[in-house]
C-alpha cells in the first residue's frame, strides 16, 4: 500500500509544474480505460468533456483526468495529454485511430505567481512522461503548485495548499482512493478546527472565514474562480451512473474538510473512475462513505504536504488556531 491514489491497480499519476510561475497540472492515465462519473457543485467550473460522462452517452471509459492550474487556460493541457496517449496508441476505437477520452477540470491560481504562464499543450504531455505507478508527491505539485486556500481577505493573506492523495483498502481487496488540488476560497479544517486559511494581520495564525463573514468582511481582491479539484478511484466494477453518485457522496468529504465550499466563487468538481479489476456486490453506500473519508484526509494531506513559495506561508511554518471565536 502506497497509501495514496496509486493503490488501485493499472492508474498512473503524472505531474509537471513552473514552480516561478506557481502552477502546474497532474494527470491520472489508465490506459486500459476507466468508468467514470463527475460532479460539479462550485457555481465557477471550468471543465472538458463532462457532458461525454452523463450515464445516458454513450462513451463508457475514460483514459485520463487532468487537473490542471491556469483558469480556463489551462484546459489546453488537456491536449497534450490527448497526444501523448494517441501516440501510444491508446483510445476509443473510432475506425480510423484511437481517441483517446481525456476529461478534466481547471482551477484559478492566477493571482499568484505569474498568470502569463499557464499549463499548455507541452506541460500536459510532460506530465505524462513523468507518469508513474509507484511515486505520487504531494504538496506543491501538478496542479497543486499554486493552489492556495482562505481568500476572504485577498491574495496576501492566503495559506499555501496543494495536492493530497489517501487511501483505504477493505478486506475484501477493494480499494477507495482519492487525488485533490485544493484551492478553496474557504478554510481547511482537521477535527473542527482551522488548520489552514485566511491569514491574520501579522500572519502567524488563521482566522475563521465563516466568523469574518457573519461580522460583515466580504471577498476581497480574488477572482470569483477559485475552485477544489478531484478524482475518487476505486478497482470495483461500476458503471457510470454509480461513478457519478460517488462523485456525488464525495462532495461530502469537502464539506466535512473544507467551509464555506460550493460557493459562488468556487468550481467544486469531483471525478470518479473505476477500473472495474474487482466485480463485487459491495454496497454503493459503502463505496461512496469510503469516498467521503479518503477526500477529507486527501484535503488534509494537501496542506499538511505544502510549503513556503515566494513568500507564502506554509502549514509547516504556521502555528494555527482558530484566531476568532
Same mark, same amino acid.
Given at each position: ?229 478531484? @478524482? ?66 486527501? @484535503? ?8 513556503? @513559495? ?16
Amino acid at each position: 500500500m502506497y497509501n495514496n491514489i496509486l493503490d488501485v491497480k493499472g492508474l498512473k499519476v503524472g505531474q509537471a509544474q513552473n514552480e516561478d510561475a506557481l502552477t502546474g497540472c497532474t494527470v491520472v492515465i489508465c490506459e486500459e480505460g476507466a468508468t467514470c462519473g463527475v460532479d460539479v457543485r462550485g457555481a465557477a467550473p471550468g471543465t472538458r468533456e463532462t457532458d461525454l460522462l452523463d450515464p445516458v452517452n454513450t462513451i463508457q471509459k475514460v483514459h485520463a483526468v487532468v487537473l490542471s492550474g491556469g483558469s480556463a487556460f489551462g484546459l489546453e493541457s488537456t491536449c497534450g495529454v490527448s497526444q501523448y496517449l494517441e501516440e501510444r496508441n491508446i483510445g476509443f476505437d473510432a475506425g480510423p485511430c484511437k481517441v483517446p477520452i481525456v476529461v478534466g477540470a481547471v482551477l484559478f491560481d492566477l493571482a499568484i505567481g505569474n498568470h502569463k504562464i499557464r499549463p499548455d499543450k507541452q506541460m500536459g504531455y510532460e506530465a505524462c512522461l513523468n507518469a508513474s505507478e509507484t511515486v505520487l508527491k504531494q504538496g506543491n505539485y501538478g496542479a497543486g503548485c499554486g493552489a492556495s486556500v482562505g481568500k476572504l481577505r485577498g491574495p496576501q493573506f492566503v495559506t499555501k495548499s496543494g495536492i493530497g492523495s489517501h487511501s483505504i483498502k477493505l478486506d475484501n481487496g477493494i480499494v477507495v482512493s482519492a487525488l485533490v488540488a485544493v484551492n478553496a476560497l474557504g478554510d481547511v479544517y482537521e477535527n473542527g478546527k482551522v488548520i489552514a486559511g485566511a491569514l491574520n494581520d501579522d500572519k502567524t495564525g488563521c482566522l475563521n472565514s465563516y466568523e469574518l463573514m457573519k461580522q460583515g468582511v466580504t471577498k476581497g481582491g480574488f477572482s470569483i474562480d477559485n475552485t477544489t479539484i478531484g @478524482i475518487i478511484a476505486t478497482n470495483a466494477k461500476l458503471d457510470k451512473a454509480q461513478c457519478k453518485k460517488i462523485s456525488q457522496m464525495a462532495h461530502d468529504g469537502y464539506a466535512r474538510a473544507i467551509f464555506p465550499i460550493h460557493t459562488p466563487h468556487d468550481g467544486d468538481t469531483i471525478f470518479t473512475m473505476a477500473t472495474g479489476e474487482i466485480e463485487t456486490d459491495a454496497d454503493l453506500t459503502l463505496i461512496g462513505s469510503l469516498a467521503v473519508e479518503v477526500m477529507e484526509k486527501s @484535503i488534509i494531506n494537501a496542506v499538511k504536504n505544502a510549503k513556503q @513559495i515566494n513568500e507564502i506561508p506554509s502549514y509547516n511554518e504556521l502555528n494555527y488556531e482558530i484566531l476568532v471565536k
